[in-house]
């Protein structure tokens, strides 16, 4: 059955690099068809916190506003590396004092969040993104923040940098910036969560393959029509963390949440957002390992602490589509093994993707494997002469 997904995104170059793909055909997505809708993001937020959307692109700041109610997808995430939302002004010496208006792209933006965070004493005035820098020029406020491709024109049109919002973040909170993200309802069930997830990772990879292709739908929509503009923004803000968070991406949450918390912009007990739509986890180790670390009698077992870990500094795993390669790459001969499934919410925040040796990102584990991640095991095993093969990994009843 194919279930249809009302999907929002933004006319911002590194939405439309990641979906292009999506948008154009070029990658299918099994059990989904979209109806897609591109807005200006604080239209996003708002219609997203409606209900409007199955899931959609929107900023950090709004979804911690939700009190628990969406959850972010993995990839398709933007995060600022000492770079963000830009202060500018007509006048180069100066930065807002109090009562000084500054234009911003919405309330629930991220952008906001900093404006707010950085600057509380000015007066916030929201106008639509492509608006700030035209109302710059004519002088209908002394300052704005800039946001999407703006950042690389905005000398262009007679304007001056105050401050980059996301330089002082990175000093002051020493993560990278959680700017936006693809937000969705827990309601919209794993499954679905996880074929949406598969599909923004397949089209992103498919960008990644040949990024010159994208450019029709990023001139589409772009307020900036430069091939160089365009790309540069994609270089700047479509990293590895846009294909899966990481443990950097959650570090960046977590500051976020308790920044926000500490200047009253988020209210007191504001959670973390869930990470939504995580695939399988696994880990294949020898049966004496996998015994060691599932024996229920006294004491305690002792993590799992596999050699990987020692010399490389983290423990490899597999996606289920990944384990006949890995089987047949580090495991050929063997005769007997055991295939640990982990709970991907409980180790995810210490994972990495990370490309191997050919080139495909495989998932890493930066800590010891613990009884309590393991969520289910098989044992395999097959004759001599004969090879491993992987189970079936229907999760058996309870």
Known sequence: MTRR?????????NDTFTFHALLTGEVQAPGLEFEFELLDVEALNVRLAAGEFDAAKGSFHAALLSEGELGVLPSGSALGFGNGPLLLSTDADREPE????????????????????????????????SAIMPDLEAGRAPFGVCIHEGRFTYADHGLHLVADLGQHWERRAGTALPLGGIFARPQLGQDTLRLLQAAIRASLDWAHAQPE???????????????EVLMAHVDLYVNPWTRDLGRMGHRALAAMVEHGVQAGLLPEGTAPLR?????????????????????????APAPLRPQSLEEEGFVHLSEQHQLPGTLDTHFEGSQALCLLELDADRVGPEVDWEPSRGGESFPHLYREIERADVVHWWSMECEPGQALEVPSLAPPAP
Do not use: K
């Open 98 to 129: 109090a009562g000084d208006t500054v234009l911003c792209p919405g309330q629930y933006t991220t952008a906001s969040f900093l404006q707010r965070l950085y600057y509380p004493e000015a007066r916030a005035e929201q106008r639509v993104f």
């Open 275 to 299: 990470v939504l739509g995580r695939q399988r986890l696994f880990h294949l180790c020898g049966p004496d390992a996998a015994h060691a670390l599932l024996d229920t009698q006294p004491p």
């Open 5 to 13: 997904i009302h999907l929002g995104l933004s006319t911002c170059p």
């Open 213 to 227: 292709a994208t450019l029709p739908s990023m001139r589409h929509h772009a307020q900036e029509l430069s091939d």
